[in-house]
């Protein structure tokens, strides 16, 4: 965005490192780079709700401006929900008190500043939440949401749920649903009507992919029927220049009209996330040849097919990285790789220690019915979630939700390598492992729940090594021996094989005394092979 790139480009560029990425000594949440001489032309507000609130001592003014700072510089891009920075400060110092809607902003900045404390701001949140009469406007939805955003980061997810399903109650409420409620709580500012539109259709793709991870029952606007139009370009946005908006419908019905619309990349965020929605809906295929599944496919074939080239590459016309349609991929690349992967045989070590972001049903415990066709694509759509990380803008930069599509690309390469035959190439995949891991590790600077992500995948992807390290040097000493139970070339089917202890019949020697003597020249042949192979464990942080 415009407003937010001017900055990037000064005191922001100077103090990235080569790769585009913030030194480490500057977040951690770290101190974000601002410039001494400037100053916030806004003015906080009082707070309302103080009387409700525990007696804690109020952070000091610099930690909060900082805060606010890092809200725009660093997370405003993967959410663009709120008026641009201009518009809303200037809207806190002349319109109605929005002090929870501020706190909200600061506690979403406070990840990225040294010395801030998110909790203090967490708890001014708890507080203003558990008001009776909450100021019934679109602020309220506001400061719920991004609250919510921040606590599923925070790894608090049940209470992020909690908050998530308040915001949509409250939105529907409201009638914010509806085209006429921007219209008439806009004051007269097409900016403000197009940050009410926003916000709805926020509220809605942060509920599905929150439901993807968490839980069906966390999207509760599946039922409503929703009127508000679609929101326009960034670029528009942040100019004040709001086209006329169109509708879902229209979107749905483009290829048969004859107006040509230039659909935002917003537009076909909120398309994908409904593909999502949909697959999530329908987990109780058991079969691949089920029509429904057919058909669900068809539905991500034809997001892509139907991209204008503008829309393909995560960049627009300017050269500027477009957010909007990362995470438009992103979510296509996931709801492709949560429909096929229902056929597709799973690590059992995968499975059971990459939990944090999969809620009880959408990792199946069975393959339900192998498919070669489903299989290609699932790991297909495991790949295009790790090359999303190689793209030149910072990760921090991202929505903390790839951090949950990056696991769910793990398990997959995870169950991939798992089942791989023993002596087949197996450098890409594990270099795709190592991407998806170095990405996690590098989030965690700011995102709790990339930490504990990281954790996992490591602990896996190292239980995978060891068990294909141990199956590779049965094969060889086999081998050996003249042992016929492997083949001649090695490829040893390793489905299931971290589910199970691989049981080796060479200690039975009366069936083959004639080996015996065998067995032992080659003992120190075989530790050394083995030794060779896994001298190291298999590491997912080079330096």
């Given at each position: 965005m415009d407003g937010n790139k001017e900055k990037d480009n000064g005191e922001g560029s100077s103090q990235r490192t080569a790769n585009g990425a913030m030194p480490s000594d500057s977040l951690a949440p770290g101190s974000i780079p601002t410039n001494p001489t400037s100053s916030l032309d806004y003015a906080?507000?009082?707070?309302?709700?103080?009387?409700?609130?525990?007696?804690?001592q109020s952070p000091p003014m610099n930690i909060r401006r900082r805060c606010m700072e890092a809200f725009f510089q660093y997370f405003y891009d993967a959410h663009p929900f709120l008026p641009p920075r201009q518009q809303l400060l200037e809207a806190f110092k002349i319109g109605p008190p929005r002090d929870h809607l501020e706190t909200a902003m600061i506690y979403i900045g406070s990840r990225y500043v040294r010395g801030a404390s998110p909790s203090t701001y967490s708890l001014d949140l708890d507080c203003f939440i558990l008001q009776q009469d909450l100021p019934r406007d679109v602020s309220t939805v506001q400061a719920m949401l991004l609250f919510a955003i921040g606590l599923d980061g925070n790894n608090e997810r049940k209470k992020a749920v909690e908050v998530l399903i308040k915001a949509q109650r409250f939105a529907l409420e409201l009638g914010m649903n509806q085209r006429e409620f921007a219209i008439m709580n806009g004051r007269g500012s097409l900016v403000c009507e197009e940050s009410i539109r926003r916000t709805w259709w926020e509220l809605y793709v942060v509920s599905v992919m929150v439901a993807a991870f968490h839980g069906k029952r966390v999207c509760q606007l599946s039922g409503a029927v929703s009127t508000t139009p679609l929101p326009c370009e960034e670029r528009d946005f942040v100019n004040g220049v709001i086209p006329e908006p169109h509708t879902m419908e229209e979107f749905d019905d483009d290829s048969f009209l004859d107006e040509e619309i230039e659909w935002s990349s917003y537009a076909y965020r909120i398309a994908a996330a409904r593909n999502l929605e949909r697959i999530l809906a329908t987990d109780n295929i058991v079969f691949p040849e089920d029509p429904r599944a057919y058909n669900?496919?068809?539905?991500?074939?034809?997001?892509?097919?139907?991209?204008?080239?503008?829309?393909?590459?995560?960049?627009?016309?300017?050269?500027?990285?477009?957010?909007?349609?990362?995470?438009?991929?992103?979510?296509?690349?996931?709801?492709?790789l949560l429909l096929h992967r229902r056929f597709t045989p799973l690590d059992a070590a995968a499975q059971q220690t990459i939990i944090s972001c999969t809620a009880q049903g959408t990792v199946p415990a069975h393959c339900s019915g192998y498919d070669d066709i489903h299989s290609s694509k699932?790991?297909?759509?495991?790949?295009?979630?790790?090359?999303?990380?190689?793209?030149?803008?910072?990760?921090?930069?991202?929505?903390?939700?790839?951090?949950?599509?990056?696991?769910?690309?793990?398990?997959?390469?995870?169950?991939?390598?798992?089942?791989?035959?023993?002596?087949?190439?197996?450098?890409?995949?594990?270099?795709?492992?190592r991407m998806n891991a170095g990405a996690l590790r590098a989030m965690r600077v700011v995102w709790p729940s990339a930490q504990t992500a990281f954790s996992q995948v490591t602990v896996a992807a190292q239980r995978v090594f060891e068990m294909r390290k141990d199956a590779v040097g049965e094969v060889f000493w086999r081998d050996l021996i003249g042992d016929g139970s492997a083949d001649a070339e090695g490829d040893l089917d390793l489905s299931g094989l971290t589910g199970n202890t691989i049981v080796a019949d060479v200690n039975n020697t009366e069936k083959r005394p004639e080996k015996q003597r065998q067995k032992e020249k080659v003992t120190s042949k075989k530790d050394k092979?083995?030794?060779s192979l896994g001298a190291k464990k298999f590491r997912l942080n080079r330096p």
């Open positions: 906080l507000v009082n707070q309302n709700w103080a009387t409700i609130q525990p007696r804690v669900l496919d068809a539905l991500l074939v034809n997001w892509n097919l139907h991209l204008p080239p503008s829309k393909v590459a995560n960049f627009d016309q300017s050269g500027t990285f477009d957010e909007m349609m990362f995470q438009a991929h992103m979510i296509t690349d996931l709801s492709s699932a790991t297909q759509a495991a790949s295009n979630i790790s090359k999303l990380v190689g793209l030149p803008t910072p990760l921090i930069h991202h929505t903390h939700f790839f951090i949950c599509a990056l696991t769910h690309s793990s398990i997959s390469h995870l169950s991939l390598w798992s089942h791989l035959p023993l002596m087949a190439g197996d450098d890409n995949l594990k270099e795709e492992i092979y083995q030794n």
